[in-house]
Each structure stands twice: as C-alpha cells, then as structure tokens.
C-alpha cells in the first residue's frame, strides 16, 4: 500500500464496486459502448491486470486506475480523480506504472480522446509523450 496526501492506494475489492463505477461516471469515463461492471469484471484481480482504488481516511473511494499488460505492453485506463489539484491522478498514475515495474512489463500506454486537452496536458505534464499511432478496431 502508498499513502499520499491522505490518500491510500490498494486493490479492488468486491465491496469497492458500487464506489468505482459511481467515480468512473463522476468523471465522465463510461460511454454507451463501455459496461463498467464488465471492465471491473474482467480485469479485477486477474493475473495480467487488475484496478487500484485511492481511498481516502474516511474510507471512501477517491481515484482509481484500471491497469493490465499482455507481456510487453501495459496500459492504463479509468485513471480517475474526484477532485483536482490535490495528487490524487498523479498518485494513480504513478501506481498504475509502478503495478507495470513490478511486473517487468517494460513500456506503458494509454489512450485518451484527442479533443480532451486538459488530460493530454496532464499527462504531458507526468512525462508522458504523444504517439502517432492509428488504432483500428473491430466490434466483435
């Protein structure tokens, strides 16, 4: 466990859910073809991934990041914070790259709208550099 301007980072657990899909909506990260309850499901606690939650004193849930890899790659997503300017985004992220050390993975991404200046500029301001990539998908 981190603790960092009273917040303490740790991983989901069960009793978490309603909390982290409530923050993920506050901060606006699900969109219609996002199912939270499926993300939480699938990456919660599984071997390649897995979702840390930044609590506060109180117990509540504060920040979280979603966080996985596939051997090379890790990624995060729901990188989310109810207030800003106190480091708690900072603080998930640094957690979310740091679940990836621990591992080995050996290069973290992310993904981020590119009309959402205010979070490329956030994590611009972490370090993070703009990649010219064209990802393609697939519905299955």
């Not at 979702?51 to 990041?65: F, I, K, N």
């Not at 981020?112 to 979070?119: D, L, Q």
Request: with cysteine.
């Amino acid at each position: 466990m981190d603790t960092t301007e009273s917040l303490t980072i740790r991983p989901f657990r069960a009793d978490d859910h309603a909390a982290v899909i409530a923050l993920w909506r506050a901060c606006g990260l699900v969109v219609p073809h996002n199912d939270p309850d499926a993300d939480l499901d699938r990456a919660a606690g599984r071997p390649n991934s897995d979702v840390l939650v930044g609590v506060t004193p109180d117990g509540r849930v504060a920040a979280s990041v979603m966080v996985g890899h596939d051997g090379h790659r890790g990624w995060l997503y729901y990188v989310a914070a109810e207030a800003r300017g106190r480091g708690h985004g900072r603080a998930m992220v640094a957690a979310g790259e740091e679940w990836l050390r621990v591992r080995k993975i050996p290069k973290a991404q992310l993904m981020i709208r590119e009309t959402n200046t205010p979070v490329r500029d956030f994590y611009a301001g972490l370090g993070w550099n703009a990649v010219p990539r064209i990802v393609m998908e697939r519905w299955l």
